[in-house]
């Protein structure tokens, strides 16, 4: 199914009798190392039913999250089922017999929530902001293109050079080269002549080969825009290729991977594309640091909880940043949704006692992402500089 009509097909869910969960599950190279997602998955749910049991829910009701939570769990457990993204949301209500899943670019949290309607507003962020990735896998004959997006991966074209169906072996006649005998002053040089004429050959054609793809892929994008372009292959080709790109695909480039084109599969290709854009993340973290420290000298950003918690209610917020794993308790007003720290009544704009959540920080993450801001999940070194969230302002009060 087509990653926008799904969203739109959860945003029209209703139900009065049988909750709907929500999951969001990370699966990293950190998360799957010893398989580390299934045991978050185990304690999420086991959270989650502590506090549906405590509540006000019906028995068929409760029954039919029991059954989501089985089926999300079977689900989890087939690793073949979680091959080529970096994050899982799935999204079910046995009672109503709805079943999504979307597997993902990354995952800003995790998060499993059983409730009247859908989570789905990272997967409305993911889809506005992730864009597509085109790979272009080469060797000195052959090339292949794949485009990466949400709805999953896609071989566009397999091409052979025209002239790469004969022997690129030189073969000489009788088992030795042809010579070019040179006489200069009276003596004589033996020049392996046809051989290198071969090989000059051999070169050209590869340079045709690799400017033609080059013009092709540039037809491609004209037509199918795409963000960003991974050059995959031989290491003579993937040295060389580049010489050949227009410039507005070089600016697209997130690097280079050297693999075998006659054996690299599309989920390989994913993976790779994600390692690369995993790691230009990890780079724009250091700026976005910086662009954090220096704004908040000078009131244009704000750190720690409290204040952000503040902005995101004045509706401040350009980018939200937040350490990876922090964890804050809090409450929410019944009625505005505003979050606080405290529970007392003249917190809450319409007059009501909060109620207490489990981890405010997911709650101000879905407050941001309905205001239309940026998430940054910050993995760096450097976070030291936020105390565990903060925020970039787009305006100073």
Same mark, same amino acid.
């Given at each position: 199914?087509?990653?926008? %009509?799904?969203?739109?097909?959860?945003?029209?869910?209703?139900?009065?009798?049988?909750?709907?969960?929500s999951?969001?599950? *990370?699966?990293?190279?950190?998360?799957?190392?010893?398989?580390?997602? *299934?045991?978050?998955?185990?304690?999420?749910? $086991?959270?989650?039913?502590?506090?549906?049991?405590?509540?006000?829910?019906?028995?068929?009701?409760?029954?039919?999250?029991?059954?989501?939570?089985?089926?999300?769990?079977?689900?989890?457990?087939?690793?073949?089922?979680?091959? +080529?993204?970096?994050?899982? +949301?799935?999204? @079910?209500?046995?009672?109503?017999?709805?079943?999504?899943?979307?597997?993902?670019?990354?995952?800003?949290?995790?998060?499993?929530?059983?409730?009247? @309607?859908?989570?789905?507003?990272?997967?409305?962020?993911?889809?506005?902001?992730?864009?597509?990735?085109?790979?272009?896998?080469?060797?000195?004959?052959?090339a292949?293109?794949?485009?990466?997006?949400?709805?999953?991966?896609?071989?566009?074209?397999?091409?052979?050079?025209?002239?790469?169906?004969?022997?690129? *072996?030189?073969?000489?006649?009788?088992? $030795?080269?042809?010579?070019?005998?040179?006489?200069?002053?009276?003596?004589?040089?033996?020049?392996?002549?046809?051989?290198? @004429?071969?090989n000059?050959?051999?070169?050209?054609?590869?340079?045709?080969?690799?400017?033609?793809?080059?013009?092709?892929?540039?037809?491609?994008?004209?037509?199918?825009?795409?963000?960003?372009?991974?050059?995959?292959? +031989?290491?003579?080709?993937?040295?060389?290729?580049?010489?050949?790109?227009?410039?507005?695909?070089?600016?697209?480039?997130?690097?280079?991977?050297?693999?075998?084109?006659?054996?690299?599969?599309?989920?390989?290709?994913?993976?790779?594309?994600?390692?690369l854009?995993?790691?230009?993340?990890?780079k %724009?973290?250091? *700026?976005?640091?910086?662009e954090?420290?220096?704004k908040?000298?000078?009131?244009?950003?704000?750190?720690? &909880?409290?204040?952000?918690? $503040?902005?995101?209610?004045?509706?401040?917020?350009?980018i939200?940043?937040?350490?990876?794993?922090?964890?804050?308790?809090?409450?929410?007003?019944?009625? @505005?949704?505003?979050?606080?720290?405290?529970?007392?009544?003249?917190?809450?704009p319409?007059?009501?006692?909060?109620?207490?959540?489990?981890? &405010?920080?997911?709650?101000?993450?879905?407050?941001?992402?309905?205001?239309?801001?940026?998430?940054?999940?910050?993995f760096?070194?450097?976070? $030291?500089?936020?105390?565990?969230?903060?925020? &970039?302002?787009?305006?100073?009060?």
């Amino acid at each position: 199914m087509d990653f926008r %009509n799904g969203i739109n097909e959860l945003i029209k869910f209703k139900s009065e009798r049988y909750p709907i969960v929500s999951l969001y599950l *990370k699966l990293g190279p950190k998360e799957r190392e010893n398989f580390k997602y *299934k045991i978050t998955l185990k304690g999420m749910i $086991k959270e989650e039913r502590d506090r549906l049991h405590k509540g006000d829910l019906t028995k068929e009701a409760l029954e039919s999250v029991e059954a989501d939570f089985r089926r999300i769990s079977d689900f989890i457990e087939n690793t073949d089922s979680l091959t +080529a993204c970096r994050g899982v +949301a799935v999204f @079910s209500s046995s009672g109503e017999g709805v079943w999504r899943v979307f597997k993902l670019p990354l995952v800003y949290r995790n998060r499993l929530v059983a409730d009247w @309607s859908p989570l789905v507003r990272q997967l409305v962020t993911i889809n506005d902001e992730f864009g597509d990735i085109v790979a272009v896998i080469i060797d000195r004959k052959r090339a292949r293109l794949f485009r990466i997006g949400l709805n999953g991966v896609d071989e566009i074209l397999d091409y052979f050079y025209p002239e790469a169906t004969r022997s690129t *072996k030189f073969q000489a006649r009788e088992g $030795k080269s042809i010579q070019r005998v040179t006489r200069i002053g009276g003596g004589e040089i033996a020049h392996g002549y046809g051989e290198y @004429s071969f090989n000059r050959m051999i070169e050209d054609e590869m340079q045709r080969h690799l400017k033609y793809v080059s013009e092709r892929l540039f037809d491609y994008y004209k037509e199918n825009r795409f963000d960003w372009l991974i050059m995959g292959g +031989a290491e003579q080709a993937l040295a060389d290729f580049p010489n050949h790109l227009h410039t507005y695909l070089k600016q697209r480039s997130l690097g280079t991977i050297t693999v075998d084109i006659n054996t690299i599969k599309p989920d390989e290709i994913a993976e790779r594309a994600l390692d690369l854009l995993e790691r230009r993340e990890r780079k %724009n973290e250091e *700026k976005l640091l910086e662009e954090f420290g220096e704004k908040l000298r000078v009131g244009l950003a704000v750190n720690g &909880i409290r204040d952000t918690l $503040k902005a995101l209610m004045m509706g401040q917020v350009g980018i939200l940043l937040v350490v990876e794993g922090f964890t804050h308790p809090g409450f929410k007003c019944p009625e @505005s949704g505003v979050l606080v720290l405290e529970k007392r009544d003249n917190l809450c704009p319409e007059g009501k006692t909060p109620i207490p959540v489990v981890d &405010i920080v997911d709650d101000a993450i879905e407050e941001a992402l309905g205001q239309r801001a940026e998430i940054e999940i910050i993995f760096n070194e450097e976070r $030291k500089r936020l105390d565990g969230i903060g925020a &970039i302002l787009r305006f100073k009060l």
